[in-house]
C-alpha cells in the first residue's frame, strides 16, 4: 500500500509519524507499506524490514501528481527487480521530477534531458543502477 502521512493518519485514526505509520500499516493489513510525507522523509515496510525514504533533494513548483509518480517508479522500478531500496530511490526521483514541471507525469528531471525510461533503468539515479 502507498499512502502519504494525512492519508495513513485517516486509516490509522492517529496522526503518527511516518515511520511509525508504515509500521502500523504493515502490521494492520498485512502487505507492505509506504508512506509518503510531502518535502519530509517518508518511510516504507517491506518483508517486514523498515526502509527511511530521504526527503526529496529537489522540490518543484508543481507538486501535484507527484504522489502518483512515485508510485509509477515504484512499481516499475521494483518490476525491474531493484532492489527495495534503488526502487524507493527511483520513486523519489520520479516523484522529484514530477513537481518540476507542470503538467502531471511528464517526468523530465531536470538534472537530465530524457524521458520517463530514464528513471527506471537508473541513468539519472545512480543508486538505482
Do not use: I
Not at 20 to 44: I, K, N, S
Not at 55 to 77: C, I, K, Q
Amino acid at each position: 500500500m502507498k499512502v502519504n502521512r494525512a492519508e495513513a493518519a485517516e486509516l490509522l485514526g492517529a496522526d503518527v509519524p511516518a515511520e511509525e505509520a508504515a509500521r502500523a500499516l504493515a502490521v494492520r493489513w498485512a502487505c507492505d507499506a509506504v508512506v509518503t510525507d510531502g518535502v519530509r522523509p517518508g518511510a516504507a515496510v517491506f518483508g517486514g524490514k523498515a526502509h527511511r525514504l530521504v526527503a526529496p533533494t529537489l522540490t518543484g513548483r508543481y507538486p501535484a501528481g507527484s504522489g502518483d509518480a512515485f508510485l509509477g517508479g515504484l512499481v516499475a522500478a521494483l518490476a525491474a527487480h531493484k532492489t527495495v531500496d534503488a526502487a524507493l530511490h527511483v520513486a523519489t526521483a520520479a516523484a522529484e521530477a514530477n513537481a518540476a514541471v507542470p503538467g502531471q507525469g511528464r517526468l523530465v528531471h531536470p538534472t537530465g534531458t530524457g524521458g520517463d525510461d530514464d528513471l527506471v533503468r537508473g541513468r539519472r539515479c545512480p543508486v538505482a543502477g
